[in-house]
């Protein structure tokens, strides 16, 4: 068969499934994202029908959902916001960085894995996949609360965080020297500081050159803006996300308005690839022996991500329901920490490495939706108590 009609194929009996479990997941009311990350493992390696060609190309579609969740994320604040939230969020930072890098650091420690493959772990459980979080605010209406603010300062610090780390344990997994790795640093570090001031000092800019009184040219422009932007700074050992988001922050008013309606149905459909192609990169056969030791740390993380969520939400006079909702937000684990566990596969850090974290991370990609939609009548409980 023709190689673009086996692509045609694939692809198409992935969205259409898609959909049908979007449509089951609204009828039980759940979030589809475990139903997709489900759909994942069946296509993946180890499977029941592994895909043959359409791969590659869910790969792409994935990177271009995360971007545009970001970039979406991004137009619901301004600069002014952003700056404002970091400055007070700095403590909490710091906070969640210490809780959440500790467990999967200790763990490979404790192992006896070695300092170079704790460095990895402890990226492994910091993060929280700033794509899903994005997700789980959009479909349960959380984007207007007061403590979404909170969590989204946490979620650009620890992006900003991921702009050091990264081209660290890249120099750590490749044995540089101390001048070397200091250089892969400095311009990740050069280049977080360059797209943040041209986000937040020459915004109006920006929008000058997007606005567009035509939908479809207003659509093409601005993604076109965040792909590029997104490109530039994964070429500079800056995350995509970070891109998209800036883009998104640097954009306001009612350009942001319309451009998040023209967006929106583009979103969730590369969203929902994203969280496929999360799923295939996921072996199913090798998860059952580190299972266990997967759910533990994930247990783990659950409590300490609840605890930076309630500790910066109660700094910002956030009440009991919003700190509640701030911690369950930053539970799931996703694109950086796949990211991280394969930088270390590969470099030889530890063979088990790789499949802990992906249990790990299966764990709460999945648990973090699902914890959200499930507590958020306990939540209404104690904010209408309050």
């Known amino acids: 068969m023709h190689h673009t009609a086996v692509?045609?194929?694939?692809?198409?009996?992935?969205?259409?499934?898609?959909?049908l479990l979007g449509a089951l997941a609204l009828r039980v009311g759940i979030s589809p994202i475990p139903l997709y990350l489900i759909a994942g493992l069946a296509f993946g390696t180890g499977g029941i029908l592994p895909l043959a060609t359409s791969e590659e190309f869910v790969a792409v579609g994935a990177e271009i959902g995360v971007v545009l969740l970001l970039l979406t994320l991004g137009l619901e604040y301004n600069a002014d916001e952003l700056a404002t939230s970091l400055r007070g969020n700095a403590r909490a930072g710091l906070v969640d960085l210490v809780l959440n890098a500790a467990p999967g650091a200790i763990l490979a420690l404790l192992l006896g894995w070695g300092p170079v493959a704790a460095v990895a772990m402890a990226g492994v459980t910091y993060a929280t996949s700033s794509g899903i979080t994005a997700k789980v605010l959009s479909d349960l209406g959380w984007i207007?609360?007061?403590?979404?603010?909170?969590?989204l300062s946490l979620l650009v610090f620890e992006d900003l965080t991921m702009a050091i780390y990264l081209p660290l344990l890249t120099a750590l997994l490749a044995g540089l020297s101390f001048v070397g790795g200091a250089i892969t640093v400095g311009i990740a570090?050069?280049?977080?500081?360059?797209v943040l001031l041209v986000a937040l000092r020459f915004g109006r800019v920006i929008e000058a050159f997007v606005r567009s009184p035509n939908n479809e040219v207003l659509l093409l422009k601005v993604v076109g803006l965040a792909l590029v932007v997104a490109g530039l700074a994964q070429q500079l050992q800056v995350s995509a996300a970070v891109g998209a988001f800036l883009v998104g922050i640097a954009l306001s008013g009612e350009l942001a308005h319309?451009?998040?309606?023209?967006?929106?149905?583009l979103r969730d459909l590369f969203?929902?690839?994203?969280?496929?192609?999360?799923?295939?990169?996921?072996?199913?056969?090798?998860?059952?022996?580190?299972?266990?030791?997967?759910?533990l740390l994930a247990l783990v993380s659950m409590i300490t991500k609840l605890l930076t969520g309630y500790y910066a939400a109660r700094r910002a006079?956030?009440?009991?329901?919003?700190?509640?909702?701030?911690?369950?937000?930053?539970?799931?684990?996703?694109?950086f920490n796949i990211v991280i566990a394969g930088l270390a596969?590969?470099?030889?850090?530890?063979?088990?490495?790789?499949?802990?974290?992906?249990?790990?991370?299966l764990i709460l990609a999945a648990f973090g939706p699902l914890a959200a939609r499930l507590v958020q009548p306990f939540i209404t409980a104690i904010a209408k108590r309050a």
Do not use: C
């Open 271 to 295: 969203a929902a690839v994203f969280f496929v192609f999360f799923g295939l990169q996921t072996d199913p056969t090798k998860i059952g022996p580190v299972a266990g030791l997967a759910a």
């Open 258 to 265: 319309d451009a998040q309606a023209l967006l929106a149905p």
């Open 144 to 151: 207007g609360n007061r403590e979404t603010p909170v969590v």
């Open 189 to 194: 570090l050069a280049t977080v500081s360059v």
């Open 7 to 19: 692509l045609f194929l694939e692809f198409g009996a992935i969205i259409l499934g898609l959909g």
């Open 345 to 361: 596969v590969a470099a030889g850090a530890h063979p088990d490495l790789g499949p802990l974290a992906a249990a790990y991370v």
């Open 317 to 335: 006079g956030i009440a009991q329901a919003g700190r509640a909702r701030a911690g369950i937000a930053l539970i799931p684990r996703g694109e």
